[in-house]
């Protein structure tokens, strides 16, 4: 199951609903700090990535997003190809559809929530719905400016959920939480994972957040991802 | 005659780019007319525009201090010996001879001269606020007697020292010129150059043509421009089909060649009235230099450059004093307005293509591209004008195609609104780089991920955000468009309710000794527009750098 380069037939392993998964990434990102080096088939949906700053972390979510210019491999998701760099395949960004919650959020600013909400093009009831169950129901009205840190990453979890991802990269996303809502916004997310088949990449230094929405743990240090035994 | 007094003077000394003799002649190449000019003439050969407006901003501060108005890369000699430096105010257009002449008379009695040249219209004024200058030589008789007028010169000493002479010029290789005047009306001219209504060789140049009857005829065709010598490099260049300038430029200049001259009795002779200042410390001395260069010989060597005799004395011929003709100062700040706002419609998408390109994007030539884009703001604006005018006139590819199309650019509405287009296209795109610079393009990155491909995004995150920036871009382009002097005579000419917007409005009326009451409208018109515009520009800065804190603000 660690070995990446093993044939894999079926996802396996997942508690939470019977998913193809077949995440397969196989690149190298030159940093100034270190190499992004990374032979990955995980076992289970649902990842958690740790790993301490400076790891490469961010880095691995953008070279699936397909936001590192430098990247070079290969990253597969079920029987579709994101990027070879051998034939020249390099998927945009934007027709992979992955939802990207970055680490600091990044909130249109000079658009209110509901408008950051329906960005991706969702109805006024679909906004409506994720707002109730972000607890952002009354907010929806106000700039980004006008957020605490818990509510912005609620706003840009739910922008993210909203636009119909096939995978979800979560860069820290629960970091301005409170214990309480973060489990009750975590097992929103599960449930959302759940329902839509979703499989989930998460990515933080907090084991607590791993628990609650990960089956699996990687840990990336310098650059290099190994499977944790936990 | 000449109502309003001298002190309603907005401004002592030259705006820039006001340094009439210069303007976009200095890039003339110009033979020297004899080797021992030649040698004589070092300030006045400095190849650019802006070494020459530094000399007489020099000049000018000099004039503050009290120091002697001479700056020191024109004067000719310099006065260590025993007899005291005459200082002599002169004409632009008399550059080339009178260090010639001032050579001999030094080499008869001893005495250095220091020359300061400018355009008639600069150097009268300076006397009367009381430049430190012995003689003063006019290209002008009507500058002259205003001086008079107001004791600026010894009314006793005011005598023609040289004349030249009207010719009317062709490019060169022209088949069929016109033979004489009258024959103007009718002849197969497209359009005939002549210098600025208020400039001396363009007033001699309309009486020369009202008095054989033929400025009605020819008066829908003309073009007007600013100096002589900006009229002739027209002519050379086949802008214009004709023109009217002095001799002496006429016969300096390959390219052109003279049909006829202007020279009927009755005709007005354009001439140089010199005379002694009144403040002069060295009243002998002035009045001595004046004798001499009125007489015998140092009218051959003003015959050798092509100027005429200064006549008897007796008379000097009347000059027309047409009164400055009705210049409307609404007219020139309607048309700065439209113009602005023209070039800033005009330059908006390729302002926010090459500001995103240089912000955003590596490629090769960027920094050539950039060097290219920000050289009009380093670059004098008459030699922009003059590129613009190589590459846009009637006898280029470009812009031959471009009248063939209908869009003729010089001497047009859209030449003034290329020319400050062009000369505020860099401020335009800094303030647009700057402000993709800013804006974080992660804001782009997460849009990708939400399913919006490039442009939409552009078009939903990128723009909205660097909106202000855009904005502040557009006002200081605007900004700089009502201010663009330089590259609009050159390229588009001074001709009113057409391309004469504000600043070459006030350059007219400052070339007049009747014009300035309708300066002061201008002026303030001028400097109101141009605050606000700044202001703008103000309140969208801050605007944009609230925005930018609020993204890095909060988290």
């Known amino acids: 199951m660690v070995d990446g380069k093993g044939a894999r037939v079926d996802a396996g392993g997942s508690p939470v609903g019977a998913v193809a998964w077949g995440l397969h990434a196989r690149v190298r990102v030159p940093l100034d700090a270190i190499d992004l080096d990374v032979d990955w088939r995980p076992g289970s949906d649902h990842v958690a990535i740790l790993g301490p700053s400076g790891s490469g972390k961010s880095t691995l979510l953008r070279a699936l997003a397909g936001l590192e210019p430098r990247a070079e491999g290969r990253v597969s998701l079920g029987d579709e190809t994101w990027l070879d760099s051998d034939s020249g395949v390099n998927m945009p960004t934007w027709e992979r559809r992955v939802g990207w919650v970055p680490q600091d959020t990044l909130l249109f600013p000079h658009l209110s929530l509901r408008e950051n909400l329906a960005y991706a093009g969702s109805g006024p009831a679909e906004v409506e719905k994720m707002a109730e169950s972000l607890f952002l129901s009354d907010l929806l009205d106000r700039r980004p400016r006008f957020l605490s840190g818990g509510e912005r990453q609620r706003v840009a979890l739910g922008r993210a959920l909203l636009s119909a991802p096939r995978v979800l990269l979560l860069d820290e996303p629960f970091s301005a939480l409170d214990r309480p809502l973060r489990s009750e916004v975590a097992a929103m997310v599960r449930a959302f994972a759940r329902d839509n088949g979703t499989p989930i990449v998460l990515v933080s230094h907090d084991e607590h957040d791993a628990e609650l929405l990960a089956d699996e743990r990687w840990m990336l240090v310098a650059g290099n991802l190994t499977a944790d035994g936990a | 005659m000449y109502t309003p007094p001298p002190t309603s003077l907005p401004l002592f000394g030259p705006l820039p780019n006001l340094g009439h003799c210069q303007g976009p002649n200095t890039l003339l190449a110009r033979a020297g007319r004899t080797g021992l000019a030649r040698d004589l003439r070092v300030g006045c050969r400095l190849p650019l525009h802006l070494s020459k407006e530094w000399l007489i901003w020099v000049a000018a501060v000099q004039l503050f201090m009290g120091q002697p108005a001479s700056a020191d890369g024109i004067s000719t000699t310099s006065a260590q010996e025993t007899p005291e430096a005459l200082v002599v105010l002169a004409a632009a257009s008399l550059q080339d001879v009178l260090p010639v002449v001032a050579r001999a008379w030094r080499e008869v009695t001893g005495v250095p001269i220091r020359f300061s040249f400018a355009a008639t219209s600069v150097l009268a004024p300076q006397i009367f606020r009381g430049a430190p200058a012995d003689v003063f030589i006019s290209a ?101 089909d004709g023109g009217i300038v002095y001799r002496t430029d006429a016969l300096a200049e390959e390219r052109v060649t003279v049909a006829f001259a202007f020279g009927d009795d009755d005709d007005p002779i354009p001439t140089y009235p010199g005379a002694v200042t009144a403040r002069t410390e060295q009243p002998e001395a002035a009045g001595a230099f004046l004798d001499f260069v009125s007489g015998a010989e140092a009218m051959a060597l003003f015959a050798a450059s092509g100027f005429g005799p200064a006549g008897d004395g007796t008379g000097v011929a009347q000059v027309p004093s047409l009164a400055s003709p009705a210049l409307d100062p609404w007219s020139a700040v309607r048309l700065s307005l439209i113009v602005a706002f023209s070039a800033v419609l005009l330059g908006l998408v390729p302002a926010v293509a090459v500001g995103w390109l240089l912000a955003r994007r590596d490629f090769p030539g960027k920094s050539f591209v950039s060097m290219l884009v920000m050289a009009p703001l380093v670059v004098p604006p008459v030699v922009t004008g003059f590129l613009l005018l190589t590459v846009l006139g009637r006898e280029s590819a470009l812009g031959g195609l471009l009248a063939a199309m209908g869009f003729p650019i010089p001497f047009t509405l859209l030449g003034a609104t290329l020319a400050a287009l062009v000369v505020g296209f860099p401020l335009y795109v800094m303030a647009i780089r700057a402000v993709f610079d800013t804006v974080d393009r992660r804001f782009e990155e997460v849009s990708w991920t939400l399913g919006v491909p490039k442009l939409p995004t552009f078009r939903r995150i990128a723009l909205p955000l660097a909106l202000p920036g855009i904005a502040a871009g557009a006002v200081l382009a605007f900004a700089r468009s009502l201010g663009e002097f330089g590259a609009t005579v050159v390229l588009a000419g001074n001709m009113e309710g057409q391309t004469r917007t504000i600043a070459l409005a006030v350059y007219s009326l400052l070339e007049s000794p009747s014009g300035q009451g309708a300066t002061w409208t201008l002026v303030i018109a001028s400097v109101m527009l141009s605050l606000v515009a700044l202001l703008g520009f103000e309140r969208l800065t801050r605007w944009q750098r609230r925005r930018i804190e609020d993204h890095h603000g909060g988290r």
Not at chain 2, 152 to 170: C, K
Not at chain 2, 179 to 186: E, F, N, P, W
Not at chain 2, 196 to 212: I, S
Not at chain 2, 216 to 226: L, M
């Open chain 2, 140 to 240: 002008d008789e009507v500058w002259m007697q205003w001086l008079e007028e107001r004791g600026g010169v010894d009314g006793l000493s005011v005598r023609p020292v040289a004349t030249n002479q009207l010719v009317f010029v062709v490019p060169t290789g022209t088949a069929d010129p016109p033979g004489d005047s009258r024959s103007l009306a009718g002849a197969d001219l497209a359009q005939i150059a002549l210098a600025a209504e208020d400039t001396p060789a363009g007033r001699y140049a309309r009486a020369a043509l009202e008095r054989v009857g033929a400025w009605t005829a020819v008066e829908p065709r003309v073009i007007r421009g600013g100096s002589v010598r900006g009229t002739l490099e027209w002519v050379a260049r086949g802008e214009s």
